[in-house]
């Protein structure tokens, strides 16, 4: 017995080591694989649905098992990389994207603390005091990703796709700042968990500063490369866009990253300006702290469901912009309205002393 | 060997060679790519140094924004004869040798002669405290109000006086 409670000490100080982070790390990261190969199968049925179509249909019961026919399908494919490519730079290209489209979740919080036996676990991989700005820099690396994968193609209708989505990025990262700016203002704190802690009842950003949810929103479909905003990879112009030279599992990597962006800027929208993981209220109701908790956690994710609708509505729903509109939107609409929020939010802030 | 000692070690190696791999590189392109791995790697001894904040804008600023321009620029102008611009240019080279001895001097004089740590009076606690958000923020609005509203006037000329440029060529 000794032995086995010596191994059980073992184990049980390397899980819990950094407020079990390693357990957290692993749910994440499964979470957010399953949740990609469903969004998915999701994107295509609504997108059947909207066009009057059927969808997938073939593989599992109405096609719930289609995720995993994709996934064999490109896993089987021939990996070819050009004659003329930058072959370091073509294979480091989507790893970097999904570097980043599976760190960024590290600060993002899903629920509030939870007492396990004696310790306090947060729900979150890593509290940090930055964590915004965290998540900023993330974003900010993301960049070169489309733009190496673009430059090492050796192909122009790579360097085109991935030039026009560093401009993209660099114009929309600007909006999408000043826009975080005045939601760090109201809760004078960088720190995610903090941020979701003064949205409490229902001040949420979302209806205190509607400008700066509009610019946020519209700068993360923006960043994640969503239509009305798929300019790097627009079909008719540029073929596939940055990805044109691409096959196999790099491909499917560019794939995975692009659907883990969205879970991401709908994990961001929902902390800085949907209340995170709260229920306006839900503490007059006395259900008790797991009860609470349970609902809390749920919440968050019922939030995040039907922001991830809400991409693929819009995407199959409005049409593409023109690359100059992009710029003269990101710049001339943009930029002046989330200037003018960081403003208002000064004034808010000065008048209710919150 | 602490974590912290193993941490440091790699990340300086990194720098190092990715700082000597960005002036030998011929095609820009690469030296570009390894002053980007050079400036991640600076932000990493940063983190060890406790300064979080100026580790993340290093980050942000010079890997997320500056280089992202640097890049968009050589993959737009042709870079082939580079090599040829620079072979017979002698004055460039004396000058640019200049400016690396003077560089250089400077550097060694800062970390032979000085002693940041005083700075901050000395405790641990203080120099935790001045790497954090709060702190940074105190000092740029109170103490260095004056040098941080001029730099901002600085930048706000500079990006007028782009503006200007870049419309003159196009009209």
Redesign the interface.
Known sequence: MGFLQFIWDGIWAVLSLGNFALIKILLIANIILITVSYLVYFERKISAWTQNRIGPNRVGWRGALQPFADVFKLLLKEDIVPEKANKPLHTLAPFIALFVAFSTYAVLPIGPAIQIGEETVNLVVADINMGILYVLALTSIGVYAITFAGYSSGSKYSLLGGIRSSAQMISYEVSMGFSIAGVVMMAESLSPIKIVESQSGLLWNALIQPIGFITFVVAAFAETNRLPFDLPEAEPELVGGFHTEYSSMKFAGFFLAEYANMIIASAMIITLYLGGWQIPYIETLNLGTTVTTILQISAFMVKMGALLFFFIWVRWSIPRFRYDQLMSLGWKVMFPLSLLNVVYVAVIIMLFNV | MNLELILFLILTLVAAFSSVMVITRKNP?LSA?YL?LNFFALAGIYLLLNA??LS??Q??VY???IM??F??VI??INTENEASILADKKPIKVFAIFIAVLVFAQIAYLIFYSNPAELSNGTIENLIKAG??ESIGRELYTTYILPFLIAGYLLLVATIGAIILAKKKFE
């Open positions: 392109i790519v980007i979080q904040f993340v804008v980050v942000i890997a997320g924004a992202i321009l890049l968009f993959m737009l954090q958000i």
